[in-house]
């Protein structure tokens, strides 16, 4: 009888302990910081990695909670395989729509490998582009059809030619 009593005991603790590991918060100043960028902590805010200078006069970098909300996510860590996708890197300090204007970066982002499987990405670029008074979904057909003359970078009055020789300066008034 004892030890058919000791078997529901056993069950009750370790489904007690895969419970609360279920339930334990995502806290960004708890993470390493090979992980901080691109996830998000419990209460729904974007990590975001910053840097920092010790005692030692060293650049350091820490994980903080940021005041950037995600869309529908919360308690999250991005995986390999969308990084490497859509073109972003974890080592990334701050958040910033910048990246648009890296030669590639949105044919990555909007690749169907990135687009249609990294939810956590692509929110979080939207939301950058919607910043600079632009819409991604335009941004990615933009970029489809024009990804033979260059990519297209976002700047406050638009778009601009990334890739594109700058223009020759205009001629001097006589």
Do not use: W
């Not at 279920?22 to 419990?42: H, V, Y």
């Not at 979904?137 to 030619?161: F, N, T, V």
């Amino acid at each position: 009888m004892y030890s058919s009593m000791k078997l529901p005991l056993v069950i009750f603790l370790a489904c007690s302990l895969f419970l609360h590991g279920i339930i334990a918060e995502l806290i960004c100043e708890n993470l390493p910081t090979e992980l901080c960028a691109l996830s998000i902590a419990s209460s729904g805010k974007r990590c975001v990695l910053e840097t920092y200078i010790n005692e030692a006069s060293n650049k350091k970098y820490t994980c903080k909670t940021s005041e950037v909300l995600a869309d529908k996510l919360s308690g999250y860590i991005e995986n390999d395989q969308c990084v490497a996708a859509c073109g972003v890197d974890r080592k990334s300090v701050g958040i910033s729509s910048d990246a648009f204007l890296k030669p590639g970066f949105a044919a990555s982002l909007c690749s169907p490998e990135c687009y249609e499987n990294c939810q956590n990405i692509v929110d979080l670029y939207y939301n950058l582009a919607v910043g600079e008074a632009q819409f991604l979904p335009e941004i990615c057909a933009k970029q489809k059809s024009s990804s033979h003359r260059g990519m297209y970078g976002i700047l406050s009055d638009g778009y601009a030619a990334v890739d594109a020789p700058a223009p020759a300066p205009a001629p001097a008034p006589f």
